[in-house]
């Protein structure tokens, strides 16, 4: 993949964090006691998203072509880029199922739960991407 795509992808994930985050806070402010259940989901948006401005940035400009980022390195943070995106939009989806008042008993039985299990999948993909930015600046 070129760089471009990476790019592109970084931008598309962005726009869902934010999108997530934006929900998250609506969600707290609904839902008070929810709030300590969504503050690690939210750090990890928070920590996902300057990494991905910053693979944005490496991508827009010449510094995979200086850095000479292998090939194989740009196709697998493509894909990563793309599971992560489809991870958010999952995220999001959970949220956004559970805004409805008759739904915070289905959050506080199994919405948390729920979240922590992809805060640790979230967790995965912005380490994988901290490694490739790390080694793009190498």
């Known amino acids: 993949m070129d760089p471009l795509s990476i790019a592109a992808g970084s931008l598309a994930v962005i726009t869902t964090l934010a999108k997530t985050s934006c929900l998250i806070k609506e969600f707290v402010r609904t ?13 990890e948006i928070n920590d996902l998203e300057i990494i991905l401005h910053a693979i944005h940035d490496a991508a827009s400009d010449e510094t995979f072509a200086k850095a000479a980022v292998p090939m ?3 196709d697998q943070l493509t894909t990563v880029i793309a599971s992560c995106n489809g991870l958010v939009g999952e995220i999001f ?37 901290d490694m490739s930015l790390t080694a793009i600046d190498l």
């Open 72 to 74: 194989g390195l740009q």
């Open 31 to 43: 839902y008070r006691a929810a709030r300590s259940d969504l503050s690690n989901l939210n750090q």
């Open 93 to 129: 989806t959970m949220l956004d199922e559970y805004r409805s008042v008759d739904r915070f008993a289905h959050w506080a039985s199994i919405g948390k739960k729920r979240v922590k299990e992809q805060v640790a999948l979230l967790e995965g993909y912005r380490k994988i991407l």
